[in-house]
């Protein structure tokens, strides 16, 4: 694996454990809390619907990579569906088994410069890779930012 391969790939290991140990530190109860909503603001989701909606994107793109199918994984990843910490946990294990599954594709950096159709246009791999780092560690620090508001204690190291 080339040297850009494996930035990508510590990206995405850094994001699943990082997921990993906010959910260590929340209790089941805390985990769906939504603060307050206020007229005229966001609306709000909580950490624990943050957290995967930062998995979703993951698996959004590598089950695109793998598959071609670019559907997102909303219906599947609703607190509905996975309502406390070993769900999610479980469902962090399937997201990464997809991504290690999808960085099998690659062999070297040059595979980056691959088009693709992502869902509709053709895009180059290393454009999908980096929206989807960018997009997965903003929900994540939403996820983070309402842990800090909802428990009161200070964030997990990064």
């Not at 603060?35 to 995967?52: D, T």
């Amino acid at each position: 694996m080339g040297q850009i391969l494996n930035a990508f790939d510590r990206g995405f290991i850094s994001l699943d454990r990082r997921s990993r140990d906010l959910l260590a530190k929340i209790s089941d109860n805390e985990l769906f809390i939504k603060p307050r909503e206020l007229n005229n603001s966001m609306a709000m989701f909580s950490c624990g619907e943050y957290i995967l909606r930062s998995a979703a994107m993951i698996e959004k793109t590598f089950g695109g990579i793998t598959t071609r199918l670019w559907d997102d994984p909303f219906e599947w990843t609703l607190p509905e569906k996975l309502a406390d910490k070993q769900s999610i946990l479980r469902y962090l294990n399937e997201v990464e088994e997809t991504r290690v599954k999808g960085f099998g594709f690659f062999k070297s950096d040059d595979d980056l410069k691959r088009e693709i159709p992502a869902p509709e246009n053709l895009t180059p791999i290393i454009d999908i890779l980096i929206g989807t780092l960018a997009s997965a560690g903003h929900y994540q620090g939403r996820a983070f930012a309402l842990f800090q508001m909802v428990t009161g204690q200070k964030l997990p190291r990064l």
